[in-house]
C-alpha cells in the first residue's frame, strides 16, 4: 500500500498542527478549524438486532426502511467519516451516503465494508478478499480498505477493517499485515485513522500491537460513558475502535459508544430491536472553532 509522499505528509502535519494551535515561541497560536467527528459501525447487514419472533412483525415493516434509518440517527450526531462494517449491500450503502450527504468508497469482500464521508475521498483501495468461503488461515475474509479523504485540517488517510470474530492467530496476522500497509506513514509520523469492529478486547495481545505501533486508542485517551460496544441491548465488551496517529492523536477530544436512541434495545420492550447487535463508536478531534 502506497504511503503518503512527504510533501502530502508536511501538508497534512501542517493543518492537524494548527488543530492544536501550535505557535512557535512568542507568537499567538494559530486559529482552531473546526472539529472532526468520525463514527465507526457495524451495521448487521442492514437488518436490525435482535432477530426473534416478539419483534418480527416490526422488523419486517422496517425491513426496506434500515439504510434510511441508520443513516437518520447517524446524522444526529454530524459526522464527517463514517465506517461501515457488514455493509453487505452496496446500493444500501448507497442509499446512507446519500442520506447523508457524503462520498463513499465500498469495500467489497466476504462481509463488505465502506468509507463515507462529507469531504472529497481523493483515493481509496480494497484490500479484501472476494469471498467469506476463503480457507480461514487467510487474512481479510471480511473487508480491510484505505481511503484518503480531503479534510479542512489537511488529507486524512482512513483505514478500515473488519477482524476475524474467532481466531486470535488470524486477527494478529491481519493486523501485522495492516500495519505493513502502515509502516512508512508510521514511520513519518503522519497522520491517519484506523477504525472498525476489530473483535478484540483491549485486554489482548491483538490491542497491544496496535498500541505499541504508536497508534492512540480514542476511547482510552478520552473515552466518556459506555466502554462495551456489544450487545446493544447489555454492551459488556469492547471490540470496535477508533485509533489515531500523528498529529491528529494529539487532539482527541472525546470518544465514546452511542448507547442511546435507536442503537440500542429498549429492554423495557420485547418488541423493540436495535439497528445493529453492535453499537456505533464516535470520536471528535480538534478544537471547536470559535464564533
Known amino acids: 500500500m502506497p504511503g503518503l509522499t512527504r510533501r502530502t505528509f508536511l501538508g497534512v502535519a501542517g493543518g492537524w498542527m494548527a488543530l492544536r494551535g501550535a505557535a512557535s515561541p512568542g507568537e499567538p497560536a494559530a486559529a482552531s478549524v473546526p472539529r472532526l467527528c468520525t463514527i465507526a459501525y457495524n451495521v448487521y447487514g442492514f437488518r436490525g438486532?435482535?432477530?426473534?419472533?416478539?419483534?418480527?412483525?416490526r422488523r419486517e415493516a422496517a425491513r426496506g426502511q434500515m439504510p434510511a434509518r441508520i443513516a437518520l440517527e447517524l446524522a444526529c450526531y454530524g459526522p464527517d467519516i463514517v465506517t461501515l462494517s457488514e455493509a453487505d449491500s452496496e446500493?444500501?450503502?448507497?442509499?446512507?451516503?446519500?442520506?447523508?450527504?457524503?462520498?463513499?468508497?465500498?469495500?467489497?469482500?466476504g462481509f463488505p465494508g465502506a468509507i463515507l464521508s462529507r469531504f472529497p475521498v481523493l483515493?481509496?483501495?480494497?484490500?479484501?478478499?472476494?469471498?467469506?468461503?476463503?480457507?480461514?488461515?487467510?487474512?481479510?475474509?471480511?473487508?480491510?480498505?484505505?481511503?484518503?479523504?480531503?479534510?479542512?485540517?489537511?488529507?486524512?488517510?482512513?483505514?478500515?477493517?473488519?477482524?476475524?470474530?474467532?481466531?486470535?492467530?488470524?486477527?494478529?496476522?491481519?493486523?501485522?499485515?495492516?500495519?505493513?500497509?502502515?509502516?512508512?506513514?508510521?514511520e513519518s509520523?503522519?497522520?491517519?485513522?484506523?477504525?472498525?469492529?476489530?473483535?478484540?478486547?483491549?485486554?489482548?495481545?491483538?490491542?497491544?500491537?496496535?498500541?505499541?505501533?504508536?497508534?492512540?486508542?480514542?476511547?482510552?485517551?478520552?473515552?466518556?460513558?459506555?466502554?462495551?460496544?456489544?450487545?446493544?441491548?447489555?454492551?459488556?465488551?469492547?471490540?470496535?475502535?477508533?485509533?489515531?496517529?500523528?498529529?491528529?492523536?494529539e487532539t482527541v477530544r472525546?470518544?465514546?459508544?452511542?448507547?442511546?436512541?435507536?442503537?440500542?434495545?429498549?429492554?423495557?420492550?420485547?418488541?423493540s430491536f436495535a439497528l445493529s447487535d453492535h453499537l456505533p463508536v464516535l470520536a471528535t478531534f480538534g478544537e471547536l472553532a470559535q464564533p
Open 189 to 249: 509520523r503522519a497522520t491517519f485513522l484506523v477504525q472498525g469492529d476489530l473483535n478484540h478486547p483491549p485486554d489482548t495481545p491483538e490491542y497491544a500491537a496496535w498500541r505499541d505501533a504508536g497508534l492512540v486508542d480514542a476511547f482510552a485517551s478520552k473515552g466518556v460513558g459506555v466502554e462495551g460496544t456489544v450487545r446493544s441491548n447489555k454492551p459488556t465488551v469492547r471490540i470496535d475502535y477508533v485509533w489515531a496517529h500523528g498529529p491528529l492523536a
Open 123 to 186: 483515493e481509496h483501495e480494497n484490500h479484501s478478499l472476494p469471498s467469506k468461503d476463503i480457507d480461514a488461515l487467510e487474512p481479510f475474509t471480511r473487508y480491510a480498505g484505505r481511503a484518503v479523504i480531503d479534510a479542512p485540517g489537511g488529507p486524512v488517510a482512513v483505514f478500515s477493517a473488519h477482524l476475524h470474530p474467532r481466531s486470535r492467530d488470524l486477527r494478529l496476522r491481519e493486523i501485522e499485515q495492516i500495519l505493513a500497509w502502515l509502516e512508512r506513514d508510521i
Open 49 to 57: 438486532w435482535p432477530e426473534n419472533r416478539a419483534n418480527r412483525a
Open 91 to 109: 446500493a444500501a450503502v448507497a442509499e446512507v451516503a446519500t442520506h447523508l450527504d457524503m462520498n463513499y468508497a465500498y469495500l467489497d469482500g
Open 254 to 271: 472525546e470518544c465514546r459508544a452511542l448507547y442511546e436512541g435507536a442503537f440500542r434495545v429498549n429492554p423495557e420492550d420485547p418488541t
